[in-house]
């Protein structure tokens, strides 16, 4: 496993995503119910920490960002504190432990980001939205962003964006099982 890399400079800001892994044995199964999955997605702070707890059907190792069957993001200790090491001006993670039990029984604590303030990151007059309200095809505002090193996707908050120094950084470690995603961004 590795980060991908890319040749061309990097943008300023990136979504972070797990490597899709083809081997289904390699996409972390939850263990909590469904409902934990949908108050990750809700803001504010939870008062309660909830038991987050995934299996890892693969004899192969676990990576530094897990893709998880539920969508939550679920990092290591070496991925958060590069998170906590570059945190912008606005930026805000609560912390929440993840267990990932690994086929021989082995038990990993991994951490999962929860970003308890949704920020309004979308450029309006650019983005195409729903009769919803909802956002169609987003496009980010680079004035909104600015304060920001590691937040999530308006609307998606499982989501992750990091800026380029993050993403530097995570390359810098050796990060494993991450991949940088092009984000849509305008003024």
């Known amino acids: 496993m590795e980060v991908r890399k890319r040749m061309a400079p990097r943008p300023e800001h990136v979504e972070i995503t797990a490597i899709v892994q083809s081997d289904p044995r390699r996409v972390a199964m939850p263990l ?13 702070l939870l008062n309660e920490t909830p ?9 192969e190792q676990v990576g530094d960002l897990v893709m998880t069957a539920d969508g939550i993001r679920l990092v290591s200790s070496r991925v958060r504190d590069v ?5 912008g001006a606005d930026d805000e993670i609560q912390w929440l432990p993840g267990i990932i039990t ?16 949704h920020h309004d990151l979308l450029n309006r007059e ?37 800026a ?3 993403a530097d950084a995570l390359v810098d470690l050796g990060a494993t099982g991450i ?6 961004i305008g003024p």
């Open 51 to 59: 038991n987050l707890e995934w299996s890892w059907g693969s004899p």
């Open 179 to 184: 991949e940088f995603m092009d984000l849509a």
């Open 164 to 166: 380029a120094p993050v």
């Open 102 to 117: 690994r086929s021989d029984g082995t038990v990993m604590t991994h951490w999962v980001p929860h970003f308890p303030v």
């Open 126 to 162: 650019l983005s195409t939205f729903g009769p919803s309200g909802l956002p169609i095809l987003y496009v980010l505002s680079e004035v909104k962003l600015a304060r920001h090193a590691v937040t999530a996707l308006p609307g998606n908050p499982l989501t992750t964006i990091i």
């Open 32 to 44: 909590h119910p469904r409902a934990t999955t949908r108050r990750l997605r809700a803001p504010g």
């Open 83 to 87: 998170f906590d090491t570059h945190l």
